[in-house]
């Protein structure tokens, strides 16, 4: 693999779920321009995968020979995104005390 490969990013409808979620739970907590800013600052780090996901860490709740599952830690969230021979797919943002076996259902989530 080439150093600088470049892949397409996705995001889950589960993603799309938990993103939603996340902001309603930091909107109610911080206030809106707090949540807005973080709901940002996730986004920029999902986008910036198209190139650093390799960068990541294996999830080590779903460990895989070739290390598709891969996650990034954002405070107290866990990004879980999975690694394709052209694309790289964001299946979930889920929060660190998350059970493991939600973290674990993450394997079954497609497109």
């Not at 693999?1 to 930091?26: C, H, L, P």
């Not at 910036?48 to 070739?66: Q, V």
């Not at 866990?78 to 259902?105: A, C, G, Q």
Request: net charge positive.
């Amino acid at each position: 693999m080439d150093q600088g490969e470049r892949k397409e990013v996705n995001v889950s409808e589960a993603f799309n779920e938990d993103i939603t979620k996340v902001y309603a739970y930091g909107e109610e907590l911080f206030g809106a321009l707090a949540a807005k800013s973080f709901v940002s600052d996730i986004f920029s780090r999902i986008w910036s995968l198209d190139l650093s996901w390799r960068l990541h860490p294996e999830c080590r709740h779903l460990p895989t020979k070739d290390k598709r599952y891969r996650n990034v830690i954002l405070g107290n969230y866990l990004i879980i995104y999975r690694i394709y021979h052209n694309k790289v797919l964001v299946l979930r943002i889920l929060h660190s005390h998350s059970s493991i076996t939600k973290i674990k259902s993450s394997r079954s989530i497609k497109e």
